[in-house]
């Protein structure tokens, strides 16, 4: 009924710059919030960015001032432009999003399958 699909990731050196897309596409009424979560290897999932339908952001305290979230409604896509990138950021990225379906009654998550980023030193 949804895919959410990333693309974007890859390898870098640190320093570089990647920007992350999601579009998530299928029998869509809206969309609420939608975000990135990473999971480094080895770790647990964390918490990157969020964004609302209508713009407020949140991003968590490792990436602020390096990487900005933004959306394009319409298209029903969410970014992630990652700039100075480190090593640390090195992670599978996923993308989200609390999504009401027409078919539905009430808003649920989904999720995409994530794309890897890597970060050299």
């Known amino acids: 009924q949804v895919q959410l699909v990333e693309s974007g990731g890859g390898l870098v050196q640190a320093g570089g710059s990647l920007r992350l897309s999601c579009a998530a596409s299928g029998n869509i009424r809206g969309i609420h919030a939608m975000g990135w979560y990473r999971q480094p290897p080895g770790k647990q999932r964390e918490l990157v960015a969020t964004i609302t339908s209508c713009g407020s952001t949140n991003h968590a305290d490792s990436v602020k001032g390096r990487f900005t979230i933004s959306r394009d409604n319409a298209k029903n896509t969410v970014y992630l432009q990652m700039n100075s990138l480190k090593p640390e950021d090195t992670a599978v990225y996923y993308c989200?999003?609390?999504?009401?379906?027409?078919?539905?009654?009430?808003?649920?998550?989904?999720w995409g399958k994530g794309t890897l980023v890597t970060v050299s030193p």
């Open positions: 989200y999003g609390e999504i009401l379906l027409y078919s539905s009654s009430y808003v649920r998550d989904y």
